[in-house]
């Protein structure tokens, strides 16, 4: 296969009235290839795919197919069918006007010239869509349904018409958004068979969309890994499943133990309150994120693993047992195939290349904020008591509110710009919307004894925080953030603000 | 036991009250007497006095031919009208759908003076086209209305669907929407047709006082004499039983359309 791009998006943003859906995406795609994009509901996939169909202009960046930008075409120009979530059939029409609609509009060159030497065209004549519509009726097994009304149809004879109508008029791209969605789960592994046979006869370039990992990870070339309107990893479903390159998507596909961890040397990472022997080079004392599939830990006779564990949970999935073990009180997920008893102490064992380390993605907390007169930082979702003295060694807040400097000089800090970070360890969230800065959790992964909560304000401030407490996300918090653990740096000198 | 059948002489009371009126007439419309009370024997005389009745025969055409008239106009511009709003942006469309309904629940004889004076203020006489413009403001935000449901219950990307396709928006709207939409449009043209049909307070405001429909007409004459000539009392057995075929048509379509 030739790796030539058939379609390229380059820095694509999408905003709906100044919200921010789709960010920075950047993707080629070769022809032939069958991309995924997988992730969580409202990440923007939906978007992405309505942008190259057409129907939606990115509020920035270029869309090229075969090289040209085609961001000024209309979507019925555009060599690209769609089917759709929800299939949009046309009800008034039988299954094969549905899928001669697209063959009755085109128009293709009659191999005649007018006399300015222009090609003349045609439509297609009825012997010809006749021909077409049955064989793309025959590539999705609906012969026999020609003169069917579409109600009188199956979800899977649906959505297999669907197909049909887009096939049929040979797209370069075809772009299918959760074709899937509304079958059982025996209709739809049947047609993920379906769909990748038909993607490897037809040769035509798949962008396919789910938030179903396992469907992405069986059907796809490509996948690509979204969050939040951000592209989070671009691979094939082995490099994505093996390396993720950060938590979320190592807890998005597949299950997963995610723990966080340091770096002791270049081979050795601990975490678990253990030394591992692992292959990913990172810098020295480095915090780092630890992924181990649980399909990747051995169970052995107790003391013979890297560590001791005890088994809490067993639940029989059919191929092998999961487990739940705990060490110390960090819980470690295992599938086996061999069956141990609840209570039973064992050892534990993960090859070096098993553990996954990724770059943690945060550290702390970072903002742009102000102070106001009565010293409050000031942050776009709200105000914070904070600690001004931290600005200047030697200083203290006179009665009137301005910084004394240990040589007596007075600071008026109103309405400077500081840097401000915070801990993961030191934002503290309660139910309600009663503090100053109230936000929604939008995502809560699960590291080993902890959870990672992300909490997004109405200002699209977000705060990042650990805690051992169980949240939902979409819960509705208020968030606190203790006085002295507010670190602030100047965004200016300090002497910028002497008082006159 | 006892409630069912005060429930049931209830009903039949209220039934009468509404029916008696229309069965007296319609069964004295089958005599010659002047006078309802007094049976002169079965006769068809007075339908023989309706069809020679030049006027009742003239108010008769016009009133079918400005309800045709009207629920065409009415129809095609409301039906664009309901497409045009239901694919407009989010904001405007709350705004145009407020717009369009307001001559629903405004009063008639309001509508009625408004367009009055506008005529009068352009200096426009009274004429076919006025009464029809009289009507389409009547009867349009009708069909809107019996067309926006239809549109709420398409597939939300129907309409992208056959951009996709490769047809461009004009036939997208002939060959999807407006078919899928079809239901809503007929409802909305027998709706219209049922309004302007009977309606007087608008016609007689805006139109020529030479034009006269059998609304105007009944109101000219019992106005003029005081009493209803007899003959009337057999149009009226005609328009009621076109009426209730009319209505047996629309429930049929209703029943099929729920079968299907
Ligand atoms: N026309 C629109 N106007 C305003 N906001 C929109 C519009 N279309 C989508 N959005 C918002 O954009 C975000 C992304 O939506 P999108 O449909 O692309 O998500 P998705 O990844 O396809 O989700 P799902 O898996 O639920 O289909 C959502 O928060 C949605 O509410
Ligand atoms: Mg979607």
Known sequence: MAAEKILELKGVYKDFDGVSVVEDFNLYVKKGEFVTFLGPSGCGKTTTLRMIAGFEMPTKGEILLNGKDISSIPPHKRPINTVFQRYALFPHLDVYDNVAFGLKLKKINSGKVNKKGEPILRHLTKQEIDKKVNDALKKVDLEEFEYRDIDTLSGGQQQRVAIARAIVNEPEILLLDEPLGALDLKMRKDMQLELKEMHKKLGITFIYVTHDQEEALTLSDTIVVM?????????????????????????????????????????????????????????????????????????????????????????????????????????????????????????????????????????????????????????????????????????????????????????????????????????????????????????????????????????????????????????????????????????????????? | MVKKILARSYLSLILIIMYAPIALLIVYSFTESTNIGTWSGFSFDLYRQMFANEEIMEALLNTILIAIASSVVSTILGTLGAIGIFYSRRRMKRVLNGITQIPVLNAEIVTAISLTILFVTLGITFNFITLLIGHVVLTIPFVVLSVMPKLQQLDPNMYEAALDLGATPSIALRKVIIPEVLPGVLSGFLLCITLSLDDYIITAFTRNNSFSTLSTYVYGVTAKRGALPPSLRALTTLITILMFIFLLLTNFRKAKAVKN
């Not at chain 1, 081979?267 to 080079?281: G, S």
């Not at chain 1, 040589?407 to 970070?421: N, P």
């Not at chain 1, 934002?427 to 590291?447: A, F, K, Q, T």
Request: net charge negative.
């Open chain 1, 227 to 500: 969050n939040d309107g951000c592209i989070q990893q671009i691979g094939t479903p082995k490099d994505i499943y093996d390396e993720p390159v950060n938590a979320f998507v190592a807890d998005f596909i597949g299950e997963s133990n995610i723990y966080s961890g340091t770096i002791i040397d270049d081979n050795h990472v601990h975490f678990l309150y253990h030394k591992f022997e692992c292959v990913d080079k990172f810098p020295k004392n480095e915090k780092v994120d630890v992924v181990v599939r649980p399909e990747d830990v051995e169970i052995m006779e107790k003391d013979e693993g890297i560590l001791n564990a005890k088994i809490v949970s067993k639940i029989f999935k059919g191929v092998h047992y999961e487990y739940i073990l705990m060490v110390g009180k960090m819980e470690l997920m295992v599938q086996d195939t061999t069956s141990y008893d609840v209570d039973t102490e064992v050892g534990i064992y993960v090859k070096p290349f098993n553990i996954q380390i990724m770059n943690k993605e945060f550290k702390s907390n970072q903002y742009i904020g102000y102070l106001d007169k009565y010293n409050n930082l000031i942050l776009d979702s709200g105000k914070l008591e904070c600690d001004i003295t931290q600005l200047l060694k030697g200083s203290h807040v006179d009665e009137e509110g301005y910084l004394v400097g240990p040589d007596g000089k007075i600071y008026d800090l109103t309405d400077a710009d500081v840097k401000v970070e915070v801990g993961l360890g030191d934002i503290d969230i309660e139910d309600g919307e009663e503090g100053e800065i109230v936000g929604e959790i939008i995502s809560m992964v699960y590291l080993g004894d902890h959870y990672r909560v992300i909490v997004r304000t109405e200002e699209e401030e977000d705060f990042v925080l650990d805690t051992i407490y169980t949240w939902n996300e979409e819960d509705r918090v208020s968030v606190h953030i203790a006085k002295e653990k507010i670190k602030l740096t100047l965004t200016k000198e300090i002497k910028e603000y002497e008082k006159a």
